[in-house]
């Protein structure tokens, strides 16, 4: 590969809103045949609303709204967010927090007037024993099942309500699956959200694979498996979350809307954030080898 090829390759990326690190990148997307997606920020707008507070008997949903939504104001996460304006929207003013800590890829805790108040996935709670009741837990299906995405909200030793977001799956995304899948690429949806959910929005845009309900930690791991396998893998992603598996893929690409994490992680930004920037990419890559060779 002669540097000036290389040059006008990463100059015709910029004009594409691809921003390429080095030009020894190219070279690697050449070859990549699996295109494993993060789902939430990635595939999806990743901004998400409050659509429904679901309160346990006898709880008061103004004060599910202002703990939960005092907490996840510490938390820069989308559902977080989403919680935070929808509480703020709702009951006002939102109370102090002490000692917050985030739980990565599973929720947030933190002591609010005296409570330790936990939100986040079921599986959070159960290890706190604030288990959900039986109404509760088949609110948070129900909403799962459409493609939502419910967490929890528990304090003092118990679950009392649950909270139903939802964000909405960009215009681009499902062009760009298929524009991945005529360039020979396999694409496969990784996300810490669970598996209803993510199914819904996989088959929105045409994804078939889906690996759910993976622990930030987990999805470095799912990466090297696949590379095991023989494949060989670009990551897309946006979060925190994907910071280490982006930099472990054989090609990793990272939203220009996202985290600066998972920029710095990555070989590539996608500026837009637009998906069909990937497929551009891998086509702007073939392209400007074969002109070398
Ligand atoms: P994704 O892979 O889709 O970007 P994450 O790994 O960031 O998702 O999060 C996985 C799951 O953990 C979320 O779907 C949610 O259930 C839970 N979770 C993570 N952070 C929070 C938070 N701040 N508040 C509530 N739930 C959270
Ligand atoms: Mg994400």
């Known amino acids: 590969a002669t540097p000036t090829a290389l040059m006008v390759g990463t100059g015709r990326g910029a004009q594409l ?8 990148v190219l070279e690697s ?16 707008t990743g901004k998400m609303t409050l659509l429904d507070v679901v309160t346990a008997d006898g709880e008061d949903r103004d004060q599910v709204l ?7 104001d510490y938390s820069e996460h989308p559902i977080a967010q989403a919680i935070a304006t929808g509480a ?12 917050f800590t985030n ?31 039986a109404d509760l837990d088949t609110s948070l299906r129900a909403a799962e099942s459409e493609g939502k995405t419910a967490v929890a909200v528990g304090w003092d030793g118990k679950a009392r309500a649950v909270l139903v977001v939802a964000d909405a799956v960009k215009a681009t995304s499902r062009q760009a699956i298929t524009q991945l899948r005529a360039l020979g690429l396999t694409p496969i949806m990784l996300t810490g959200d669970n598996a209803a959910a993510a199914a ?15 622990l930030p930690a987990d999805k470095v791991e799912t990466v090297k498996r696949l590379q095991a396998e023989g494949k060989v893998v670009a990551m897309v992603g946006d979060g925190v979350n994907d ?15 996202g985290t600066d994490v998972a920029i710095e992680a990555s070989d590539l930004t996608l500026v837009r954030g637009d998906l069909r920037a990937a497929a551009d ?3 702007l890559s073939r392209a400007t080898l074969r002109t070398i060779k």
Do not use: S, Y
């Open 66 to 72: 202002r703990l939960a939504g005092a907490l996840e």
């Open 281 to 283: 990419a891998i086509r």
């Open 243 to 257: 910071a280490a598996a982006l930099a472990q893929a054989d090609l990793g690409l990272a939203m220009g809307t």
């Open 29 to 44: 997307t050449r070859r990549v045949d699996t295109v494993v997606l993060d789902k939430t920020g990635t595939i999806t």
């Open 88 to 99: 703020r929207d709702r009951v006002g003013v939102l109370p102090v927090v002490e000692d």
């Open 200 to 214: 819904t929005i996989a088959d929105q845009v045409g994804i078939d694979q889906v690996i759910a309900e993976v």
């Open 103 to 133: 739980i990565e890829g599973l929720g947030v805790h933190g002591v609010i007037e005296g409570h330790a108040v936990i939100v986040g996935r079921t599986r959070l709670l159960d290890d706190w024993a604030q288990h959900l009741p």
């Open 17 to 24: 809103g691809i921003l390429i690190k080095g030009p020894e």
